[in-house]
């Protein structure tokens, strides 16, 4: 299944259903789900609505109905992921760091990296992805909040691809002192355990994430498709610099893509890759010293997670435009739209982290890559 979409050959997909139901029938488990942004734009397919059908409400709601015990949104630590990745651009715009700025949300693309491009490394980002942002969160943060034993929470994420599996059973991602994320489901995996207790999707009420890390931006809900990272990054790094917001960037969702932005006095030269013969183009030009991008977006699928590898198939081009225009379009209706004002993301550097790029934000929301066996 997934040698046809995985960007990493050498992540298969691994059901984790089994392990999550034994969470949720487990009386002492405190069951935390995070939904990443995409999936609200592609579970619909599985129950036969088309493509690009926007069913956040329904997916909020059969979740509940599973049994989880709290649902929560990828988004809020999207929103979050652009914070720290925002400060850390403009630090290295600021102080003369090598440039370009790669982004690092994409743990294909990661894997990839790794293999390939060991060289460039020191020029990605080391913020982790919005879902290893949220897990430890959720055993620190969370649990304190909650006055809940973390040793006791159960995380799960539902995930567009199986990369996301690879990237928690990481060797590093235990930063909160316990495995940050539990297991992983992907979009089809939920959609597969919805229909088998029953649950009539379609004609679910629409319901709410839970509060504290289930409020999110369009800023947060764009990371689901190709360019969405830079153009979220870019809404809050232009209003922190010069207090103008930024317009729409627009990029498109094929290939690659490029945009001169004006940030005040500075000209950001920014390119956006999705599929990785493309981003190997750009990574080649970094490499030989002749790129003249500030700032390289990359997701390993061709549309980014619109397209991922665990959602639903059959899939072609048309298919992932429309799901992409479904998350467009839930930006388009946020009442907000950029990360640095979600109210729960301020909260939570106000109650728990202090600052972007604080000791505490480095040791839960970043991390290292390191070279692996080329490939
Ligand atoms: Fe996963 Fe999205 Fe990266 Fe594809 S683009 S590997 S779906 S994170």
Not at 139 to 157: F, G, L
Not at 352 to 363: I, M, N, Q, T, V
Request: hydrophobic share 35%.
């Amino acid at each position: 299944q997934c040698a046809t979409v995985c960007p990493v050959g050498a992540i298969t997909e691994v059901s984790e259903i089994d392990k999550v139901w034994h969470a949720l029938e487990d009386p002492d488990k405190h069951v935390i789900v995070q939904t990443a942004p995409a999936i609200q734009a592609t579970i619909g397919e599985e129950f036969g609505l088309e493509a690009g059908t926007v069913v956040t409400g329904k997916l909020v709601n059969a979740l509940r109905k599973l049994g989880f015990d709290r649902v929560f949104s990828t988004e809020f630590s999207a929103d979050l992921t652009i914070m720290e990745e925002g400060y850390e651009f403009l630090d290295k715009v600021e102080n003369n760091k090598p440039l370009p700025h790669i982004t690092s949300c994409c743990p294909g693309w990661i894997k990839y990296a790794e293999h390939n491009y060991a060289d460039l490394l020191d020029n990605v980002s080391t913020a982790k992805s919005p879902q290893q942002m949220f897990s430890p969160l959720v055993k620190t943060y969370y649990a304190e909040k909650s006055d809940i034993d973390p040793a006791n929470i159960y995380t799960v994420s539902v995930m567009p691809c199986t990369a996301k599996k690879f990237e928690k059973d990481r060797e590093e991602m235990v930063d909160s002192g316990y495995k940050d994320t539990d297991a992983v489901l992907t979009t089809r995996e939920l959609a597969r355990m919805i229909k088998e207790v029953g649950i009539d999707f379609n004609n679910l009420a629409d319901d709410e994430y839970d509060e504290l890390m289930g409020k999110s931006t369009g800023a947060g809900t764009i990371f689901g498709t190709t360019g969405g990272v830079t153009e979220a990054a870019l809404r809050t790094v232009k209003e922190k610099l010069t207090g103008e917001p930024l317009e729409r960037l627009n990029l498109g969702i094929r290939g690659i893509k490029e945009a001169e932005v004006e940030i005040g006095d500075l000209v950001v030269n920014v390119a956006v890759a999705s599929g990785l013969g493309n981003a190997a183009k750009l990574l080649d030009e970094v490499r030989a010293g002749n790129s003249k991008y500030h700032w390289i977006e990359i997701m390993a699928c061709p549309h980014g997670c619109v397209g991922g590898g665990g959602q639903p198939l059959p899939v072609n081009n048309e298919k992932k435009d429309k799901r992409a225009e479904g998350l467009a379009s839930i930006d388009k209706n946020k009442y907000v739209r950029k990360s640095h004002e979600n109210p729960m993301v301020q909260k939570l550097y106000d109650d728990f982290l202090g600052e972007p790029l604080a000791d505490k934000s480095h040791k839960l929301l970043h991390t290292h890559f390191k070279a692996r066996a080329k490939n």
